[in-house]
C-alpha cells in the first residue's frame, strides 16, 4: 500500500517525525474508557468542581 493510497504522511516536527492519518479508531465502547468515564462521573457527582470553573 503506497502513503498515497492509506492517506498517511509524516511530519516533521521539532520533537521528531510523526505520523498523521484520517483513520481513528473509536474507543467509546472499550471497557477501560467506560469504567474510567463512570469513576469520573462518580467523582464528579460527589466532590463536583472547583468554584473557579462554575458560572
Given at each position: 500500500?503506497?502513503?498515497?493510497?492509506?492517506k498517511?504522511?509524516?511530519?516533521?516536527?521539532?520533537?521528531?517525525?510523526?505520523?498523521?492519518?484520517?483513520?481513528?479508531?473509536?474507543?467509546?465502547?472499550?471497557?477501560f474508557?467506560?469504567?474510567?468515564?463512570?469513576?469520573?462521573?462518580?467523582?464528579?457527582?460527589?466532590?463536583?468542581?472547583?468554584?473557579?470553573?462554575?458560572?
Amino acid at each position: 500500500m503506497t502513503v498515497a493510497a492509506s492517506k498517511k504522511f509524516r511530519k516533521s516536527t521539532s520533537k521528531g517525525k510523526i505520523t498523521l492519518s484520517n483513520k481513528v479508531k473509536d474507543y467509546s465502547n472499550d471497557p477501560f474508557v467506560v469504567k474510567k468515564a463512570k469513576a469520573a462521573e462518580t467523582f464528579l457527582k460527589t466532590h463536583g468542581l472547583p468554584k473557579e470553573l462554575t458560572r
